[in-house]
Structures are given as structure tokens and as C-alpha cells.
T-cell receptor, first 115, second 112 residues
Framework: DTGVSQNPRHKITKRGQNVTFRCDPI?????LYWYRQTLGQGPEFLTY????????KSRLLSDRFSAERPKGSFSTLEIQRTEQGDSAMYLC?????????????FGPGTRLTVL | QKEVEQNSGPLSVPEGAIASLNCTYS??????FFWYRQYSGKSPELIMS????GDKEDGRFTAQLNKASQYVSLLIRDSQPSDSATYLC????????????FGPGTRLSVLP
């Protein structure tokens, strides 16, 4: 069963360092999403790709955040000059294109701790 | 600002009882509604989706949607201790956007 995979699963970094996360969606899914979740809250939308095109970005996505999906397959999320407030679970989800239901399936997440 | 609200709980029910989880949303144009289950330290797992007014049943789960009242609920019949988790309500807006707006989740505890 090839679900959504994310790497690394955990990342501890010092404030000011850059970090990069990777997401591999379900193979036939053209849509890919990044969310951020903090303790006691639901996931918050960050950005969305359809194939390689980044079609939506949340205002939560500051200039320090950048995401790519260069060949329409895997995606990376980079955070530059990390801050303690960036500590959270970063979730990737994917869904099938042209689906009337738009059901999104999540990966296991990457837990980021900024010291 | 579009919002999805849920009672944070915890909601405690005895094993075998019916658990009722509720969600309200602010965007009247919303068209798609989803329930996710999230165990502590894990990622959300899709358990139900609903798009039309009325009830939708899947095993022990029933989702109920009332668009006029902007209300969606999830019933879990014959609750089991393994159902203890946080249940997230997610709403997709009715526009060209594809992102979900999630509620904060309701923590359910099923007592043996």
C-alpha cells in the first residue's frame, strides 16, 4: 500500500537554521497540499499544488517558507531562518485530480522542533 | 474569516454507547465536508465524507449534514475504546480553492 510518505519524521534544529521537508504523494494523485498543525489545533492550510503548479498559498506562508514540486511528483517545503514559533507538525496530503470528492489523504507528518 | 467550530471536549462515553460529535461552519457556500480521526501523535485519517443534506452511513459511522443550519455531525455507534481519538471536522469552500478549513477537533474518550 503506497500511501503518502514524508521525510524526515522528526527534525530538531536550532533557531536561525534552514530546514527542508520532503513529501511523496500517492502515485496517481496530481494534487498535493501542505498543512501545519500545532498542539490542540486542527491542521492549517499552507499551500497547494496541482501537478507542478503552485496554485494557492496561505497568508500564513511567510517569505521564509517556500515549497516546490518540480516534476509534479514529490514536493519539498523549506523553512529559512527558523524561529521557535515554527515548531509544529508539518503535514502533507494528496488527492486525485478531477475527483468530484476531493478527498485528501495525509502522510505521517514531519514534527519540527526549533530550539 | 471562514471558521469551523467544534466542541473541544473531552467527550466521554461508555463502551457500546453512541458518540455524537458536532461541527458548525461559517461559509454558507461550502459544499464538501469531511471527518478525520487523529490518534495522539499521528496524522489525520479520513473516515467519512458527505456532500448532500441528510445522512450517510458507513459501518458504525453516520455523518449528518444540514446545510441550511450549517451543521454537520458524526455519530459513532457501539463505541469502542479504540475509537478514543480526536475527531476533526474539515470543510471545503465552494470556490476554486482546494484547501480544507479544519476545526480544532473534539477529543473523544470511550471508557471500557
Amino acid at each position: 500500500d503506497t500511501g503518502v510518505s514524508q521525510n524526515p519524521r522528526h527534525k530538531i534544529t536550532k533557531r536561525g537554521q534552514n530546514v527542508t521537508f520532503r513529501c511523496d504523494p500517492i502515485s496517481e494523485h496530481n494534487r498535493l497540499y501542505w498543512y501545519r498543525q500545532t498542539l490542540g489545533q486542527g491542521p492549517e492550510f499552507l499551500t497547494y499544488f496541482q501537478n507542478e503548479a503552485q496554485l494557492e498559498k496561505s497568508r500564513l506562508l511567510s517569505d521564509r517558507f517556500s515549497a516546490e514540486r518540480p516534476k509534479g511528483s514529490f514536493s519539498t517545503l523549506e523553512i529559512q531562518r527558523t524561529e521557535q514559533g515554527d515548531s509544529a507538525m508539518y503535514l502533507c496530503a494528496s488527492s486525485r485530480d478531477r475527483s468530484s470528492y476531493n478527498e485528501q489523504f495525509f502522510g505521517p507528518g514531519t514534527r519540527l522542533t526549533v530550539l | 474569516q471562514k471558521e469551523v467550530e467544534q466542541n473541544s471536549g473531552p467527550l466521554s462515553v461508555p463502551e457500546g454507547a453512541i458518540a455524537s460529535l458536532n461541527c458548525t461552519y461559517s461559509d454558507r457556500g461550502s459544499q464538501s465536508f469531511f471527518w478525520y480521526r487523529q490518534y495522539s501523535g499521528k496524522s489525520p485519517e479520513l473516515i467519512m465524507s458527505i456532500y448532500s443534506n441528510g445522512d450517510k452511513e458507513d459501518g458504525r459511522f453516520t455523518a449528518q449534514l444540514n446545510k441550511a443550519s450549517q451543521y454537520v455531525s458524526l455519530l459513532i455507534r457501539d463505541s469502542q475504546p479504540s475509537d478514543s481519538a480526536t475527531y476533526l471536522c474539515a470543510v471545503k469552500e465552494n470556490n476554486y480553492g482546494q484547501n480544507f478549513v479544519f476545526g480544532p477537533g473534539t477529543r473523544l474518550s470511550v471508557l471500557p
